[in-house]
């Protein structure tokens, strides 16, 4: 189990191969090189935004940041959110510490 | 010799060597064209002349030039030995499943397997004679393949007029490879690595040809190898010399190479039954038992055309999409129709329909394709085909009972969508009435979405303003689009609209093109506040709803 804290800084993972639809971001695993299509997940609106967010260089506290800014919530629900998502779908990005 | 093959409009030319005779399976008989088609400049040439039927005359009274056709794909035919391509590792193995009371399992047997390496994938499947196997060799890039039809493992059978490999250097030669590569293992089954049951298939023969054997030819179980696998190469004598007769498309590696040509062209092969109902193509999709055998053979009782019942390939042509049955069954046949409705289906206890979009819709897709993707770039091409359909036609659930009366509900349904409701809006909007529809498209997704309520108001004149929501007069019905600009050219107003999803604009129309203007929109039951960004729920996992659906 990877410890995820607010100063891991996620990259998505090669293994995952996704696609925008609409305002949605469709999530296809690649387990083992297999596309595995009875498991595909789903970022609603607000996953997809902070999908985005993801570019193997910001924090997970630099991308709470930018959910504050866009979203109307306070900080400390934001991180906690925040850290929900990322351990939810971890198995589709690679951490690194700074 | 040269045999030309046309499976949904790709034309396969099969070559072999001289002394090498190709046979196909008779499963793909009526697929089987002339590589020679007649010069279409010639007819275009000279219009009005009839041929043929039409005058009476003979075809081959007119003169043409005959041209050879362009093929798709070449596959060279080989009776020997295929080889691996040295550095090639394994990514996946399939095995054989066996039937059991209540399901199928793993019989451990393999199946088949892909190998990669620099350059090229490789499809190697075991035959009917597990000692026996057919190789496809696919070169990246190039639309010219190889395949090896017949593989003797058995030193022993060094007499065979073809090469042969001895069991010992095949085995050592993947052995070593697959513990470098540690490749997946699946069931065998097309769908994916983890779906395990093959198609139920019921021996009953239906009323018209479309499915008059079906042989299983697409089960990936032990029976259905026991039933196709054949002697795959035999020796001939034709005028006094010895020729070697190939099937080329030893089972399964028939439904391999189809994949990988419809794959790479960004075509989807999927599980369903196509029907073309009236001037409407529907394509019924579903894991395993959840109907879609049976609604074909109902829509094929009331003499729909059934385009096939178990696989199909679907491809954007000419700005739709259309489906194109496959060989799967020795009667099968070319048929094609335009798909306008794809349906995910399974048992119910009534007749009920909910529209799906965006995401889930794709997701429902996906799931049920035929696909071994081992690279992202094959599963990230499925998914763009599938957001196109998902976008392009509609999409919803369907839970039905399995008599005529679904036929009656799926026609009443798309009636009264079309015309009735259609015209009966129109008129109370022209009588200066409020009225409340719900929503059944996708262009103006996400403002309004399928199944929301729509209130829709009397459009005043000279009220078009930019930004609004209106209902536009559009074949005999309406749409609802947004106004993007408002312009006055030579003292005429002009209405510029979009929907929201689409790529392009609305050809500008004159203002009484507009019958009504949305007032509000309501989504189960809520109507919704303007477009404030809220927090929403952060994540869906389809795997739920999709086997919670599917299964339940």
Known sequence: MIMITLSSIPSHSPAVVYRRINDEYLLIPLTG????????????ETGAFIWEKIDGKRAISDITSKIVEEFDVERDVAEKDALEFFREIQEFLQFREP | MTVDLVIAGRRIRLCSREGVDIRPDERFRAFEMPCEERNIL?????????????TGIPDTAFPFIPVVAEPDLVVEVEPGAGEIPAGAVKVFDAHLMEEVPGGVRNSGEPFWEVFSGEGVTCARVFLKDTERTALLVMPHGAMRWRIFADTLHDAT????????????????????????????????????????????????????????????AQSHTRAAREKHGSDLTTDSTIAGTTNITVDPFPWPLDGLLLYFLFSRGGDIMIHGSGVLCGNRGWLFTGRSGSGKTTLARLFDSAGDRVIHDDRLVLRREDGRWMMHSTPVYRNDEPRSAPLNH?????????????PIAGAEAVAMILANCIQQNWDGAAAARLAAAADDLAASVRVSR???????????????????????????????????????????????????RPGDTVVIGPHGAGQAAAGQIVALRRDGGFVLHRITRVETVSGHQLIVTCGDAAARADEAAGPETIIGVVLSVTRAGRQLPPPRRRLPRWINRIWAMVAGWMRG
């Open chain 1, 33 to 44: 090189n297999i596309a595995d299509m009875d498991s595909l997940y789903r970022l609603t």
């Open chain 2, 42 to 54: 010639f007819i275009d040439a000279a219009p009005g002349i009839l041929t043929g039927a039409d």
């Open chain 2, 157 to 216: 059978d060094s007499d065979s007029p073809h090469e042969s490999y001895t069991a010992d250097n095949l085995h050592q030669d993947y052995s070593d490879k697959s513990s470098e590569a540690q490749p997946q293992s699946g069931s065998g089954c097309y769908n994916s690595g983890k779906s395990s049951a093959p198609e139920s298939f019921d021996t009953d023969h239906l009323t018209h040809d479309f499915s008059g054997d079906k042989s299983e």
């Open chain 2, 342 to 354: 794809l349906w995910i289906i399974r048992h119910g206890v009534a007749n009920v329909s909910e």
């Open chain 2, 398 to 448: 369907l839970s039905f009972m399995p008599d005529t009366t679904i036929r009656d509900y799926l026609r009443l349904r798309g009636t009264e969508e079309k015309q009735l409701g259609a015209a009966t809006v129109i008129e109370m909007l022209g009588e200066g009435r409020t009225v409340s529809v719900t929503a059944g498209g996708f262009s103006m997704w996400p403002a309004i």
